[in-house]
């Protein structure tokens, strides 16, 4: 008799799921600022500011209203749904019907139901790379396939309609966009966008658009939505968006996805099993956030743009940092190439991953190995930390790099 293969003690899907490298590199240097060493840790993706006041206050008025107890409809309150569609005309330029706007539990709730809805095994995702590191581990969740698309620091980290169509195949079924992107900050301009759009219609290519920083913008420049470069694409778009990183709201977990009426449907069904609807008390945040004054939002995107040059700034000094000046987000990507192989402190790093650990070792500043993104070669900073600290940090690398 054939000897028969022992049954998995779990999910053998779930099993392959990576620990979040940025999760843990940020765990990594709290752990060690616990045992008293003066980390400074550029790994967070979170803004550190509180949420502003208008904020809390409605979600404190919310807490005493009995009617916030109960569930709200899986997809959301309808005054939200009405807020979402207003924001995303404002600043995706798309008119939709508040029908089209499901309320998620934060943006990561969105991608990963997203991947889910669209997608049939062995679906390829074409993901423009370096990638947040959560896509990869969402499309094959989703049975599906990512299909890396690399651009360096040399195209501003941004891939052409080229390269996009040197990797289509028959399987093609989806395109990820990210504009500003984490973990770059890069900004895709109009035209380029507009190009990419135009070549996704054309081969009736779903676009998966994660708009979440879409607010964090520099340089009088302007996250231009796919869908409002090609308003056609829209029936084949699901926009990803949520209130984490504009508001200072990471903990309130309210996202949202806008898409065409069948795809809503499918993700309604799917997230009424899932999880039903998001906390409601959080969701009346998320209304004052979208609704109210947009004052505090516009202090904290103007101290991150302070921090950003002082960051690039100072990273550039370093001989071996090559650092494009990011126009979103609150990430810089230098390229770190050249400083691998050679020897610093008794220590001579081949990868970004090594030279993390020697940055973590030698000057207590932790920062997250392109290895989490992509190719090795790359670190991400995230500059949503205080300007002391922060200067304080890339100082230390500038002393250990310069011996
Ligand atoms: N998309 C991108 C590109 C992100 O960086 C993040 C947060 N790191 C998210 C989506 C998810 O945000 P949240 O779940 O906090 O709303």
């Known amino acids: 008799m054939p000897e028969s293969t022992p049954t998995p003690r779990l999910s053998t899907k779930i099993s392959a799921i990576a620990e979040s490298a940025t999760l843990k590199v940020d765990a990594k240097a709290k752990a060690l600022q616990a045992q008293g060493r003066p980390v400074i840790s550029y790994a967070a993706g979170e803004p550190d500011f509180p949420t502003p006041e208008h904020i809390v206050e409605a979600a404190l008025v919310a807490a005493r209203d009995p009617k916030a107890h109960r569930y709200t409809p899986a997809a959301g309150l309808p005054d939200l749904r009405a807020a979402i569609a207003e924001k995303t005309l404002r600043d995706s330029g798309l008119e939709v019907d508040p029908s089209r706007v499901i309320v998620t539990n934060g943006g990561k709730q969105s991608v990963y139901e997203a991947f889910q809805v669209l997608l049939n095994p062995g679906d390829e995702v074409i993901v423009p790379t370096p990638f947040w590191t959560t896509y990869p581990e969402a499309i094959a969740l989703a049975d599906g396939v990512a299909v890396d698309v690399f651009a360096d620091a040399s195209q501003n980290y941004q891939v052409t309609v080229e390269q996009l ?31 990419i759009g135009e070549w996704a219609l054309e081969h009736g290519i779903w676009v998966i658009t994660d708009e979440i920083y879409q607010n964090l913008t520099y340089d009088g420049v302007r996250a231009t939505s796919i ?30 996805t806008v898409g065409p009426a069948d795809a809503i449907k499918a993700l309604g069904n799917l997230q009424s099993h899932l999880s039903g609807n998001v906390n ?23 101290a991150f743009d302070r921090r950003r040059k002082l960051i690039v700034g100072e990273l550039n000094k370093i001989d ?23 020897t610093f402190g008794g220590v001579t790093p081949t990868t970004s991953l090594e030279l993390a650990d020697l940055m973590l070792d030698q000057a207590e500043v932790a920062a997250v190995p392109g290895e989490a993104f992509g190719p090795s070669g790359y670190l991400r900073f995230s500059y949503a930390l205080g300007d002391d600290q922060l200067l304080e940090g890339v100082q230390r690398l500038q002393r250990l790099f310069a011996s």
């Open 227 to 256: 869908v409002e470069a090609v308003p056609e694409l829209a029936e084949q778009t699901l926009l990803v968006n949520g209130v984490a990183k504009t508001y200072a709201m990471t903990g309130w977990r309210v996202g949202w």
């Open 280 to 302: 409601n008390i959080a969701q009346r945040a998320a209304i004052a956030a979208l609704t109210g004054p947009q004052d505090a939002a516009e202090a904290m995107r103007e």
């Open 165 to 195: 169509e040197a990797a289509r195949t028959p399987r093609t079924k989806v395109l990820l966009f990210v504009s500003p992107s984490n973990p770059t900050g890069s900004v895709y301009p109009p035209e380029q966008t507009k190009a």
């Open 320 to 342: 071996g940092f090559e650092t494009p000046t990011p126009q979103g987000a609150f990430y810089v990507y230098p390229d770190v190439t050249a400083l691998l192989g050679r």
